[in-house]
């Protein structure tokens, strides 16, 4: 009968993977994810920037704003949940009487929903938050207009500003 080895773990993802929780393993790699992301982009460019159409730039745009906002939800998640146990869900309704009660929904597969059901009658800590109030700024990044302005008559502002 052969030695059976244990798997060989060759990044730090990974690593981090085999011990920790899901929250553990995004705050432990976080950085890496973003590097990927970017290198990831400047692969899948056809070519440089400037010699991009108009059109291929703002394909570009889309992809980069579309997994920028899913980094920055996990940035907000990893720093609302300072290493706590928590649950993501959707606030179905309030209701403000004597006190406010909260009805919310959540996944019936989530990790943590064990730990949900164990705080039953206890106070628990309720943070609100939100990755929209982080989403800000994506319209200031524009593709570069096919048609420059001609012989130094007007600049990009003039332009904008005439549109």
């Avoid at 039953?120 to 800590?125: E, I, N």
């Amino acid at each position: 009968m052969s030695k059976r080895t244990a798997p060989q773990i060759e990044t730090a993802s990974e690593e981090a993977a085999l011990h920790d929780t899901p929250i553990q393993v995004a705050e432990a790699t976080l950085l890496g994810d973003i590097m990927k992301f970017v290198v990831d982009e400047l692969k899948a460019a056809p070519d440089v920037w400037q010699k991009l159409s108009q059109h291929k730039q703002d394909e570009v745009i889309y992809r980069i704003d579309s997994r920028a906002r899913q980094l920055v939800g996990q940035v907000v998640d990893i720093i609302a949940s300072n290493d706590r146990p928590t649950i993501a869900a959707t606030v179905e309704s309030v209701t403000v009487k004597e006190g406010i009660k909260a009805v919310l929904t959540l996944s019936k597969t989530d990790e943590q929903r064990h730990e949900l059901f164990d705080a039953a009658g206890r106070p628990v800590l309720l943070v609100v938050a939100s990755k929209e109030e982080f989403l800000g700024g994506a319209d200031r990044v524009k593709s570069d207009p096919d048609q420059k302005p001609l012989n130094g008559f007007g600049d990009m502002d003039d332009l904008e500003n005439a549109a």
